[in-house]
């Protein structure tokens, strides 16, 4: 099993910025790729970004291409998503998850493991 705990959420003006953790705990050698997904009010589930907990490649959702960056600490089994130039559009629940499948997708359902998520709303 393999568990992840999301922080770093709150409420920012639009144009700020917010930079959300996940940790992992438990068997973290069985993930292949972590990703985040974020949730707003009466919307489905929908991919952020995603990048294989190794290092490579990182895939990002094109609503957040360019304002939004996945980097890592290995060694704190953290992953971190840095949110710059917030939009209202932005607001939602956002979750990490991760794969143990060797492949990055933006499908939620071929996620494993999910965390409970982090509160982002970005006031006008």
């Known amino acids: 099993q393999v568990q992840l705990e999301e922080t770093g959420g709150g409420v920012v003006q639009a144009g700020g910025f917010l930079r959300l953790s996940c940790a992992a705990s438990g068997r973290t050698g069985d993930m292949y790729a972590m990703g985040w997904f974020r949730q707003g009010p009466g919307k489905e589930r929908e991919f952020v970004a995603t990048e294989p907990w190794s290092g490579g490649d990182t895939v990002y959702a094109d609503s957040v291409q360019g304002r939004f960056t996945i980097s890592r600490n290995n060694a704190k089994n953290t992953m971190y998503l840095q949110m710059n130039s917030l939009k209202p559009e932005d607001t939602a629940a956002y979750y990490c998850?991760?794969?143990?499948?060797?492949?990055?997708?933006?499908?939620?359902?071929?996620?494993?493991?999910w965390g409970q998520g982090t509160q982002v709303t970005v006031s006008p």
């Open positions: 998850a991760a794969r143990t499948r060797p492949s990055l997708s933006r499908r939620p359902g071929e996620y494993r493991y």
